[in-house]
């Protein structure tokens, strides 16, 4: 359906504008299927060793109850050989929009919390690790608020 697709991809766009106006920083340009938040940019005060991708997708489920996925250091970070840690080369956090399941309303309420999330940053702390399985952490790691 034509129609259906320009409105599921003007959605993502409509979300995408709506953000960068707000001052919010997104990967860009935005995706047909997802946004991509800069967790890097979006949270300056914490390092990628606590983790700002998990840090902003425990805020946006905490302030409005969106779900979303990290696709950073915890998915993507690693111990070298030597003990230190290597970051992952970005920060994100995915806002997915499944197919057929938003209405405009919703949309503008992820953007509502998005940009309420976005003015509290500063207040929303790193993570750590307390639990996490030999691989795929991402799926069922533990963490703790730091400090």
């Known amino acids: 359906d034509e129609h259906y697709l320009q409105y599921r991809l003007r959605s993502v766009e409509y979300l995408g504008e709506r953000l960068v106006k707000a001052g919010v920083p997104i990967l860009m340009p935005p995706g047909g299927h997802a946004i991509y938040l800069n967790a890097r940019k979006f949270?300056?005060?914490?390092?990628?060793?606590?983790?700002?991708?998990?840090?902003?997708?425990?805020?946006?489920?905490?302030?409005?109850?969106?779900?979303?996925?990290e696709i950073g250091s915890v998915m993507f970070g690693r111990m070298s050989g030597t003990g230190t840690f290597v970051p992952?080369?970005?920060?994100?956090?995915?806002?997915?929009?499944?197919?057929?399941?938003y209405t405009q309303?919703?949309?503008?309420?992820?953007?509502?919390?998005?940009?309420?999330?976005?003015?509290?940053?500063?207040?929303?702390?790193?993570?750590?690790?307390?639990?996490?399985?030999?691989m795929l952490r991402h799926f069922t790691a533990k963490f703790e608020p730091m400090g």
């Open 43 to 69: 949270l300056t005060h914490i390092p990628p060793e606590q983790f700002p991708g998990q840090s902003l997708v425990v805020e946006l489920y905490r302030q409005g109850g969106i779900r979303s996925v």
């Open 88 to 101: 992952a080369r970005m920060e994100l956090v995915r806002l997915a929009i499944p197919r057929r399941v």
């Open 105 to 134: 309303s919703h949309i503008d309420y992820v953007i509502e919390v998005v940009v309420e999330c976005f003015a509290k940053r500063g207040e929303f702390p790193g993570y750590r690790i307390t639990e996490e399985p030999p």
